[in-house]
Nanobody, 115 residues
Framework: VQLQASGGGLVQPGGSLRLSCAASKIFFSFKQVGWYRQFPGKQRELVALYTDDRRPSYGPSVKGRFTISIDVDKNILDLQMNLLTPEDTAVYYC??????????WGQGTLVTVSS
């Protein structure tokens, strides 16, 4: 499985950014798909995901600001990020988990929130 993330960059506090992830398989064929982020020296943490019952779930620090969605026609996993703060600065990874519980990761895209 290949995942290709894009959309990272520099944005000012309070701004918005949209991340996208393309996959070599149909997203709805996976058990779970989502976004994680990693701060320097820390483990990856959940940002948002679609669980196996196809419901969105969000990490507590992004709930209400970020929205995960799937463009079915293009088979793109999107993450709309609004009201960004410097604390959102991290490398963001898209993830797709197979029904065997094997995790597949994209290459990561850097999001920097700074004035």
């Amino acid at each position: 499985v290949q995942l290709q993330a894009s959309g990272g960059g520099l944005v000012q506090p309070g701004g918005s950014l949209r991340l996208s992830c393309a996959a070599s398989k149909i997203f709805f064929s996976f058990k779970q798909v989502g976004w994680y982020r990693q701060f320097p020296g820390k483990q990856r943490e959940l940002v948002a995901l679609y669980t196996d019952d196809r419901r969105p779930s969000y990490g507590p620090s992004v709930k209400g600001r970020f929205t995960i969605s799937i463009d079915v026609d293009k088979n793109i996993l999107d993450l709309q990020m609004n009201l960004l703060t410097p604390e959102d600065t991290a490398v963001y990874y898209c993830n797709a988990r197979l029904w065997t519980n094997e995790d597949n990761w994209g290459q990561g895209t850097l999001v920097t929130v700074s004035s």
